[in-house]
């Protein structure tokens, strides 16, 4: 008969690298590295912070929470995921980045990612610029009224809000309204001269969304569904997201 | 394009040979349609450009980098990070040697912008559909003001011009 098994003093722990596991298909694959580093080789971020994709990963794999769900690097990773596509293991690292932002408490997240969820949390617009829907239907009504009177075969161009049952709901960042409403005019001559059938909306029409970016799920997922829902009023059978 | 609705040309490039490149959004691209996706922009672009004057970037398509200006890095906060970030894009559009870049991305739009800015690269940003209306004859005068002085005239057809008083 063998000795009784050694009972070590500490108790496992459950890491951050556990309870993301738990979280994702087939684990993230998030123990199948083989420190190769293809992803850090790879990575624009690596150096960034001391920090790159297999240190990062590594780190948590020895259970040093602490320090990954603490490092300011993982707002400096833009979850492309290049890593995951050159890892020869499928290594989903940008969703371990994202949940160490998740982990962040809210006041110590960068301000600005933070503040551009909020904004749009305020109106129905869902514009991380804060931009209503009236402040959009004016700067496209007189970006067109412009282009009316100056450009002799656009003197009937059409654009319209919440028309139903157009084919194709399209979107616009907030950026393009707010500060170069120019910019969507060739946007709208080009629709035109395709003859596409489409519509702004009202509501849900900023194309951004921060909150993703923030680690918000709760306010991700409501900016998502006022979008949704917006192209699903209308009946329109496509949404054509410019972002 | 395919259907034949809409027609492109490349006639103004002809002579001037601008060179262009291209950015592959993240998200439009390696994260969501892939490849064919990245080869859909490529095909809208050479026909606007010529083929002769499309310079691809190396790596690309789902293998390209990301530009630096996703996942929220563009908000203040980070910005000499973002800016280090965006060397390796900088450096890869550099070596292309084209003059403008069409990142079809709002984020990479701003990115890159700023990243010619800072590094005093030279290159331009534009957007896809702009390029796409200055190929229909179809851009008007003040849709051209973020393109350079050399393309103030080009593509212009009669629809743009100001009407008969």
């Known amino acids: ?243 | 394009m395919r259907e034949g609705k809409i027609k492109l040309s490349s006639d103004w490039n002809k002579d001037l040979k601008i060179k262009f490149t291209i950015q592959d959004p993240c998200n439009l691209v390696r994260k969501t349609f892939g490849d064919s996706v990245a080869g859909d922009m490529r095909y809208v672009l050479k026909a606007c450009v010529g083929e002769e004057n499309f310079v691809d970037p190396w790596p690309n398509k789902s293998n390209n980098f990301c530009c630096g200006g996703g996942g929220g890095f563009l908000q203040p906060g980070f910005k000499s990070a973002r800016q280090d970030y965006g060397k390796i894009k900088h450096d890869q559009i550099m070596e292309t040697g084209a003059k403008y870049v069409i990142p079809p991305c709002h984020n990479c739009h701003s990115q890159v912008h700023d990243l010619s800015i800072h590094y005093e690269g030279g290159y331009e940003c534009v957007h896809l559909w702009t390029v796409m209306a200055m190929s229909m004859g179809i851009l008007g005068p003040d849709e051209r003001v973020y393109l350079d002085a050399n393309l103030s005239e080009c593509g212009i057809n009669e629809c743009t011009l100001p009407p008969d008083e």
């Open chain 1, 1 to 243: 008969m063998a000795d009784a098994a050694l009972k070590l003093g500490a108790e496992p722990k459950t890491t951050f690298l556990d309870k993301v596991s738990d979280l994702l298909p087939e684990q993230g694959h998030l123990n199948l590295c083989l420190t190769c580093g293809a992803c850090s080789s790879g990575c624009p971020a690596t150096g960034l912070e001391g920090m790159d994709p297999r240190k990062f990963l590594r780190m948590a794999a020895l259970g040093m929470d602490e320090e990954v769900t603490s490092t300011p690097w993982v707002w400096m990773c833009t979850m492309c995921t290049r890593c995951v596509h050159a890892c020869p293991m499928q290594i989903n690292i940008p969703q371990l980045v994202f949940q160490a932002r998740k982990s962040w408490p809210e006041e110590k997240k960068p301000r600005g990612i933070v503040q551009s969820c909020k904004a749009a949390m305020i109106d129905k617009a869902t514009s991380s610029m804060g931009a209503t829907s009236e402040d959009f239907v004016e700067s496209v009504e007189e970006t067109l009224e412009q282009v009316r009177s100056q450009q002799r075969g656009y003197k009937d161009l059409q654009v319209t809000f919440d028309r139903k049952g157009a084919k194709y709901f399209l979107n616009q960042n907030s950026r393009e309204p707010m500060a170069e409403p120019d910019e969507m005019v060739p946007l709208w001559k080009i629709m035109h001269e395709a003859g596409a059938d489409w519509t702004y909306g009202t509501a849900g029409w900023a194309a951004e969304n921060y909150c993703m970016f923030a680690g918000n799920d709760e306010e991700w997922e409501k900016i998502v569904r006022i979008k949704a829902e917006a192209v699903d009023a209308l009946g329109c059978e496509y949404w054509l997201n410019t972002e």
